[in-house]
């Protein structure tokens, strides 16, 4: 034990030296040190370096989404690297896990989606899909067409096109110079959409995207009827539908991918975290045959856009094996009822206490909106959501908060929890608000 303590303490050091972490207040690392350690995970739970284990509600980054642990992933990875760990797939070159990962994602995509361009991630994939819509157009001779347009409270990711496509203002904010030729409808308004549309001029828009729910910008779940209209739109003004199904796909939502709710297939969807469930560093896009057909006749010369690592074969060989897992446990179809559990669980929370408001849940992608009372809608002035996921950290949940222009919890639990997991994780919550709820309220 004593030994665990000392190695934790300079981890501890060394990582508030030498490591800046993503998405982290720089300051609070600095004072506090990194919140966990991690040493080991196994299905649904994370063991830290002191031991303690914690339900991982988040699946990470909403990307584990067949759990911890999975020795069958170990395996897979270990073979190809033994066989053929990389090699480039530039200038045509091309490797087995890369054709055959290929040809099954067009199998399980919705629509004619049938042609793969691989990237390393979610960002470089949403990137990719505003490169290949803005190069589409060139070859269509319509070059005016550059305009990407996206919706309010979206998030597609860091990469330099991905920021400037995402509706979060902040994260726009972070930088001084974001690309042009970005814009931003109302999040569930097709009248805002077409508006926009008729404002810049449809001969200047080169695509339209959105995720099927909006994850980081709070488990927003579109209205009825929207994307239908949305597809409408695009097709009545020629415009590019891209579906960023970085979050969504591969069973978080209940179905294979997020669009499928709607009967809905775009031009082009962007996937990434579940294709290999966190296991592997993989993404892309996936192309219409239409838009594949359209390349392949108009480009004569290279296509100048690539990744070192797209089409990697490790990588690839674990999301055949992820998907493999997927669909053998019948995760997508778990994923769907044990939504259907947690969202039950938030209607529970929400009957007992005063400060949770609207709850919501997709498969197993799910908010709880934070108030000061759920029966007036009022919220509080300070945002209460972070005090929760310390508080329920404490207790042994990770879950994640939203504060953008509202004050939520987010929850992405992998897709093979059970009725019994799900209930201890409401039973965590319900401890953790009755907690901070008696002190917020207290102050008034």
Aim: include cysteine.
């Amino acid at each position: 034990m004593l030994k665990e303590v000392k190695v934790g303490k300079e981890l501890m050091e060394l990582d508030k030296k030498h490591f800046l972490h993503p998405t982290s207040s720089i300051s609070q690392q600095q004072e506090n040190g990194p919140r966990f350690i991690f040493t080991e995970g196994k299905g649904i739970y994370l063991t830290d370096i002191s031991g303690k284990k914690v339900i991982d509600g988040m699946s990470s980054l909403w990307n584990v989404n067949i759990g911890h642990g999975r020795e069958e992933i170990a395996q897979v990875a270990q073979e190809q690297m033994t066989k053929l760990a990389f090699t480039s797939c530039f200038a045509t070159f091309s490797n087995e896990p890369a054709i055959r990962l290929a040809a099954k994602l067009a199998s399980i995509a919705p629509g004619d989606l049938n042609a793969v361009f691989f990237t390393s991630g979610g960002s470089e994939s949403n990137d990719t899909a505003f490169k290949l819509a803005r190069h589409y157009w060139i070859l269509k001779g319509q070059p005016n067409r550059q305009k990407i347009i996206s919706r309010s409270k979206s998030y597609h990711g860091v990469a330099m096109g991905a920021t400037s496509a995402t509706g979060l203002k902040p994260f726009r904010d972070f930088t001084n110079s974001i690309s042009p030729d970005f814009y931003y409808v109302e999040g569930s308004s097709v009248e805002a959409l077409r508006e926009e549309i008729e404002k810049e001029g449809p001969e200047t828009i080169a695509a339209f995207i959105s995720e099927p729910v909006q994850g980081a910008g709070g488990v927003n779940i579109a209205p009825k009827g929207y994307f239908e209209e949305v597809r409408k739109i695009c097709n009545e003004y020629g415009i590019l539908m891209i579906a960023d199904e970085v979050i969504t796909g591969f069973g978080r939502t209940g179905k294979f991918f997020g669009m499928e709710h709607y009967g809905v297939s775009p031009d082009m969807m962007c996937f990434a975290k579940g294709v290999t469930s966190g296991y592997a560093q993989l993404g892309g896009v996936i192309l219409s045959d239409k838009i594949h057909k359209d390349f392949i006749e108009h480009s004569r010369d290279t296509l100048l856009h690539g990744y070192t690592y797209s089409g990697h074969a490790t990588a690839c060989s674990v999301a055949l094996k992820n998907i493999e897992i997927i669909e053998r446990e019948n995760l997508v179809e778990n994923s769907r009822l044990m939504g259907e559990e947690m969202l039950k669980g938030f209607k529970f929370l929400q009957d007992k206490h005063q400060i949770v408001g609207e709850v919501r849940a997709l498969g197993l992608i799910g908010g709880i909106e934070i108030v000061k009372n759920n029966k007036t809608g009022e919220r509080f002035e300070n945002q209460i959501s972070p005090k929760l996921v310390a508080e329920a950290a404490k207790r042994g949940l990770i879950v994640r908060s939203v504060t953008f222009d509202q004050d939520t919890l987010v929850f992405a639990p992998p897709l093979n929890i059970n009725k019994d997991e799900i209930n201890l994780m409401i039973d965590i919550l319900d401890e953790t608000i009755s907690a901070v709820e008696q002190e917020v309220l207290s102050a008034f």
